[in-house]
């Protein structure tokens, strides 16, 4: 359909030059040129940068948002010529350049206007980016809906993250629960045939020392009737000898301690989560005691040195403490003591006495497990006798405050030493006895072994 040029200029002017579209809520600017409300209004929020305002679509003039009017003359033009019945897909194919009459086909990117074949060859759109309006309007379109869109994609993704992660961690805990549950069953059936087992060789004792009193019993009544004869008599027989033949069997010693040291798989990695990195206090250390310059060892010096005699520092025995101090939560370390033969290590009360003779038990505020010469003791009153299949070369201290518990566990073979259970008030801080070098024997430092990866990401900064 063909537009007679009068009709045509009309049209132009009811025409919104960002949307191509009929005016909606029109309002005119700075300049004088008209908008729908919506169109530059969106304009103006994505082009904004300085409080000077942003340069019209149209004529590069800058205006201000704020100062734009309701034109109500023209909101009545659109509606009077959309009553003719004239659809806006024929309006936008009339859409002609105000300079050259010449319909608007290019959007020039670098100044961000519609301009029609004549103006691209222009100087002032020569060297511009030009490309066709359709496609601007799409990409236009389109990038309004991706900057709308694009927050709620990574909310989604970010949901679907997270429903994937905990997913995985339950079916993570769920395996590790039936390897748990599988594992128990195994032990309680181990432990239940080891008890049927010694119970068994108890009732043979039992019935053996049975048999011994019954046949004592006997032989008891014949001498003490013998006894009442006349010594012709008694001499006649010899039952006498008989007693010789009664031979008293030691019933056989029935082990109190287990076959087996029953380890919990796991059970130390799970311990590692809670590791806190540990240094030792040199003001609280002996005087013999030699310290590494990063604080992670110590051993025994046979020289004495001159150091203060500071309340803090134990001036008998050759210990001394952890800097850090626990007043709460988890907190695990461990030791390596290689091949020493003479050690204690535990945890105390950090308000407790560190000069004179001190026991290293819990009336003193000392939770510690000792090792010297291959006898492990925790030392409780009276000590209390650690059995251990491996003789462990790295101790491991678990520390759980609100449980009131001390665990120890022999790293090297995984297994659990003795557990404190106490009510624990004040600061605890780790505790470290060197044991003397005895000869040559005990001369191997202790060594604080460094927190595992897994845990580093648990420490303060």
Same mark, same amino acid.
């Given at each position: 359909?063909?537009?007679?040029?009068?009709?045509?200029?009309?049209?132009?002017?009811?025409?919104?030059?960002?949307?191509?579209?009929?005016?909606?809520?029109?309002?005119?600017?700075?300049?004088?040129?008209?908008?729908?409300?919506?169109?530059?209004?969106?304009?103006?929020?994505?082009?904004?940068?300085?409080?000077?305002?942003?340069?019209?679509?149209?004529?590069?003039?800058?205006?201000?948002?704020?100062?734009?009017?309701?034109?109500?003359?023209?909101?009545?033009?659109?509606?009077?010529?959309?009553?003719?019945?004239?659809?806006?897909?024929?309006?936008?194919?009339?859409?002609?350049?105000?300079?050259?009459?010449?319909?608007?086909?290019?959007?020039?990117?670098?100044?961000?206007?519609?301009?029609?074949?004549?103006?691209?060859?222009?100087?002032?759109?020569?060297?511009?980016?030009?490309?066709?309006?359709?496609?601007?309007?799409?990409?236009?379109?389109?990038?309004?809906?991706?900057?709308?869109?694009?927050?709620? /994609?990574?909310?989604?993704?970010?949901?679907?993250?997270?429903?994937?992660?905990?997913?995985?961690?339950?079916?993570?805990?769920?395996?590790?629960?039936?390897?748990?549950?599988?594992?128990?069953?195994?032990?309680?059936?181990?432990?239940?045939?080891?008890?049927?087992?010694?119970?068994?060789?108890?009732?043979?004792?039992?019935?053996?020392?049975?048999?011994?009193?019954?046949?004592?019993?006997?032989?008891?009544?014949?001498?003490?009737? @013998?006894?009442?004869?006349?010594?012709?008599?008694?001499?006649?027989?010899?039952?006498?000898?008989?007693?010789?033949?009664?031979?008293?069997?030691?019933?056989?010693?029935?082990?109190?301690?287990? @076959?087996?040291?029953?380890?919990?798989?796991?059970?130390?990695?799970?311990?590692?989560?809670?590791?806190?990195?540990?240094?030792?206090?040199?003001?609280?250390?002996?005087?013999?005691?030699?310290?590494?310059?990063? /604080? @992670?060892?110590?051993?025994?010096?046979?020289?004495?040195?001159?150091?203060?005699?500071?309340?803090?520092?134990?001036?008998?025995?050759?210990?001394?403490?952890?800097?850090?101090?626990?007043?709460?939560?988890?907190?695990?370390?461990?030791?390596?003591?290689?091949?020493?033969?003479?050690?204690?290590?535990?945890?105390?009360?950090?308000?407790?006495?560190?000069?004179?003779?001190?026991?290293?038990?819990?009336?003193?505020?000392?939770?510690?497990?000792?090792?010297?010469?291959?006898?492990?003791?925790?030392?409780?009153?009276?000590?209390?006798?650690?059995?251990?299949?491996?003789?462990?070369?790295?101790?491991?201290?678990?520390?759980?405050?609100?449980?009131?518990?001390?665990?120890?566990?022999?790293?090297?073979?995984?297994?659990?030493?003795?557990?404190?259970?106490?009510?624990?008030?004040?600061?605890?801080?780790?505790?470290?006895?060197?044991?003397?070098?005895?000869?040559? @024997?005990?001369?191997?430092?202790?060594?604080?072994?460094?927190?595992?990866?897994?845990?580093?990401?648990?420490?303060?900064?």
């Amino acid at each position: 359909m063909a537009f007679a040029h009068p009709l045509k200029k009309l049209l132009e002017e009811v025409v919104c030059p960002i949307c191509l579209d009929f005016f909606n809520d029109p309002v005119s600017i700075d300049c004088g040129h008209n908008f729908c409300r919506f169109c530059i209004t969106e304009y103006y929020d994505k082009w904004e940068i300085e409080e000077e305002g942003v340069f019209c679509p149209q004529c590069r003039k800058k205006f201000r948002k704020e100062k734009c009017k309701t034109n109500w003359q023209l909101a009545s033009m659109v509606e009077n010529i959309q009553q003719l019945g004239i659809r806006p897909e024929n309006l936008k194919k009339q859409i002609v350049c105000r300079q050259h009459k010449d319909t608007l086909k290019l959007f020039c990117e670098d100044d961000d206007e519609v301009i029609c074949v004549v103006c691209d060859k222009t100087q002032q759109h020569r060297s511009h980016t030009l490309v066709p309006i359709e496609e601007a309007a799409q990409d236009y379109k389109v990038g309004n809906i991706q900057e709308k869109i694009n927050p709620c /994609r990574r909310s989604l993704i970010s949901k679907e993250r997270v429903k994937c992660q905990r997913q995985q961690i339950f079916l993570e805990f769920e395996k590790l629960q039936l390897l748990m549950n599988e594992k128990k069953k195994h032990f309680l059936q181990r432990l239940e045939e080891e008890e049927k087992e010694t119970l068994q060789r108890l009732n043979k004792n039992i019935v053996k020392l049975s048999q011994q009193s019954s046949s004592l019993k006997k032989l008891f009544t014949e001498i003490e009737e @013998k006894c009442q004869q006349p010594a012709a008599e008694l001499l006649k027989d010899c039952v006498l000898l008989r007693s010789e033949q009664v031979r008293l069997q030691e019933p056989e010693l029935i082990a109190a301690e287990l @076959k087996d040291v029953y380890r919990v798989p796991g059970m130390m990695e799970m311990l590692r989560e809670f590791t806190v990195d540990v240094t030792l206090d040199p003001d609280t250390a002996h005087p013999n005691l030699v310290l590494s310059e990063d /604080r @992670k060892r110590v051993r025994f010096g046979d020289i004495r040195q001159d150091l203060p005699d500071n309340p803090e520092r134990y001036n008998t025995y050759p210990e001394l403490l952890g800097t850090e101090g626990f007043r709460g939560g988890r907190h695990y370390w461990e030791v390596e003591v290689g091949e020493k033969i003479h050690w204690i290590l535990g945890v105390c009360r950090e308000s407790g006495s560190r000069k004179g003779q001190i026991a290293a038990s819990p009336e003193n505020g000392y939770w510690t497990v000792s090792l010297r010469n291959d006898v492990c003791e925790a030392l409780t009153s009276p000590s209390t006798s650690i059995p251990i299949r491996t003789r462990p070369s790295q101790v491991g201290i678990f520390l759980d405050c609100e449980a009131g518990e001390v665990s120890f566990y022999n790293v090297t073979d995984k297994s659990h030493l003795f557990t404190f259970t106490d009510t624990f008030s004040g600061i605890l801080r780790p505790y470290f006895f060197t044991g003397y070098n005895a000869g040559g @024997k005990n001369t191997a430092p202790l060594i604080i072994c460094p927190v595992p990866a897994q845990a580093r990401r648990n420490l303060c900064p």
